[in-house]
């Protein structure tokens, strides 16, 4: 069951190099997703009714290009399964030819608002979505925290950081997994591919840390993206493949 619809790109979610931005990216999956779950039952209304919430735990992105200001594209999403736990679902971002611009596969849980913990699928919330069980799941690469990161800096989740679901918004990480770079590398790459995993919410007032490492090998550059707590509990790993311009 695909859903689409166009979007023209604004010239505020895009940064100084006239790229759309990663949380606009995200913004805008959340957006169509919603729109598709809107008058049924698992719109993000509806579910609040219920003390649940969905929250996304990973993603794998493909970037051939990003959009540009004042560029007209098309955003399809696909929930392709389910099974006890988890749910799939796919975004597609297309240029006004049809030409595929980014790919993305998400990995989602229902979310218990009050306990804060991970409930089992709702079966017939799925077969009302028209969404098929899935024998076999998705693969999404392992990532694994690294030993040692070569910087680290300090964050406050602010009031504004925050989502329906009473934590931090996923896109809201992107800016500080950037903001640990620095502007000329920002200035002089261009991310290819994105892994992500959610591990732990990151709730309001908290003060986690944003840690990077960079592996530049020649042809591309690598990096190795953490949030964490003082306990050095990580919140979300991440890795980043970047393509000099």
């Not at 560029?71 to 975004?91: A, S």
């Not at 790459?189 to 986690?208: C, G, M, S, W």
Request: aromatic share 10%; net charge negative.
């Amino acid at each position: 069951m695909k859903y689409s619809e166009k979007h023209l790109v604004n010239f505020y979610e895009c940064d100084e190099n006239k790229n759309l931005k990663l949380p606009a990216m995200i913004d805008l999956m959340m957006s169509v997703s919603e729109h598709q779950l809107d008058s049924g039952n698992g719109s993000t209304n509806a579910l609040t009714k219920r003390g649940l919430g969905w929250v996304v735990t990973q993603y794998h992105v493909d970037i051939t290009r990003m959009p540009k200001p004042n560029e007209m594209i098309e955003l399809i999403t696909e929930p392709v399964g389910y099974n006890r736990f988890l749910e799939y679902r796919n975004y597609v971002f297309t240029d006004q030819n049809g030409n595929e611009l980014i790919s993305v596969k998400s990995e989602w849980v229902l979310f218990d608002l009050k306990t804060r913990k991970l409930v089992s699928t709702d079966k017939e919330m799925m077969v009302e979505l028209g969404i098929p069980l899935l024998k076999k799941l998705p693969r999404f690469p392992r990532l694994r925290v690294q030993e040692n990161y070569e910087k680290k800096r300090q964050y406050r989740v602010r009031y504004d950081d925050l989502d329906t679901n009473h934590h931090m918004t996923n896109g809201h990480y992107f800016n500080w997994f950037l903001d640990t770079l620095d502007r000329d590398f920002l200035k002089e790459h261009i991310i290819q591919t994105i892994d992500v995993k959610f591990n732990l919410e990151v709730r309001y007032a908290q003060t986690p840390y944003a840690c990077v490492s960079i592996v530049d090998d020649g042809d591309s550059v690598k990096t190795f993206h953490t949030i964490a707590d003082d306990d050095k509990k990580d919140k979300a790993v991440c890795e980043l493949i970047w393509r000099k311009l």
